[in-house]
């Protein structure tokens, strides 16, 4: 069974731009959870997704959104990109009060 | 905010010294849950605590869930090399049972 993927792995990105990146989770999962993590860092909560609808977003901007879609596949838009925003972003499936199992993320780089 | 903390923040021990993180919720958890973040990698489910004062092993690792189910110890004895990077805890939260994780413990085994 496939594990959750997350496109693209890499992601370079000129300050002011548009970022989007994507989550399959794993069959049978309805929970997405975004996270970002800065080098060295903890995992900052992002967005969490269920059953098709934002459950929670944490203390980010608007300029941070997602949605998830029919198939539980999800999306993270990050509009307006600054240097600050160059991280690590996890994402994460799972069902109802049952382990998380993480992507492999997606680097993104604000230059 | 966090309302699930975790300490210490780094640790270094020497190859073969003992290691202990700590996790407390501000509220009761109905699982306690362990991930192990290598460096370069992502988080990796390790364990998962269900039961008031329960205790489970998985070779030189031990995890213990408080009487309160509100906080929760990981306990590495003799330190190996390969047990370097980041341990979190979490816990689903809220009405809405969100999985929060933990700030986080950083290890780091010096040979």
């Known amino acids: 069974e496939a594990g959750v993927t997350q496109s693209p792995t890499h992601l370079i990105k000129t300050r002011g731009q548009q970022a989007t990146l994507r989550c399959s989770p794993i069959s049978g999962h309805t929970s997405v959870y975004w996270y970002q993590q800065a080098l060295g860092l903890g995992l900052q909560f992002l967005l969490w997704y269920d059953e098709g609808e934002e459950r929670n977003r944490g203390n980010f901007p608007p300029r941070f959104s997602g949605r998830q879609f029919p198939n539980y596949s999800s999306e993270l838009n990050v509009n307006a990109l600054e240097l600050e925003d160059s991280a690590l972003y996890l994402c994460?499936?799972?069902?109802?009060?049952?382990?998380?199992?993480f992507g492999q993320g997606t680097r993104l780089t604000v230059v | 905010g966090q309302q699930v903390m975790q300490i210490p923040q780094y640790q270094h021990v020497q190859e073969g010294e003992d290691f202990t993180t700590y996790c407390n919720s501000s509220?009761?958890?109905?699982?306690i849950q362990w991930y192990k973040q290598r460096p370069g990698g992502h988080p990796v489910f390790l364990i998962q605590l269900v039961k008031s004062g329960e205790v489970k092993k998985q070779k030189r690792l031990t995890f213990q869930f408080g009487e309160a189910k509100k906080n929760s110890s990981l306990h590495i004895t003799a330190t190996q090399t390969t047990d370097v990077g980041t341990y979190f805890c979490?816990?689903?939260?809220?009405?809405?049972?969100?999985?929060?994780f933990g700030s986080g413990t950083q290890l780091t085994v010096l040979p």
């Open positions: 994460a499936s799972s069902r109802t009060n049952t382990e998380a199992f």
């Open positions: 979490a816990g689903p939260r809220g009405s809405a049972r969100q999985l929060t």
């Open positions: 509220t009761t958890l109905s699982n």
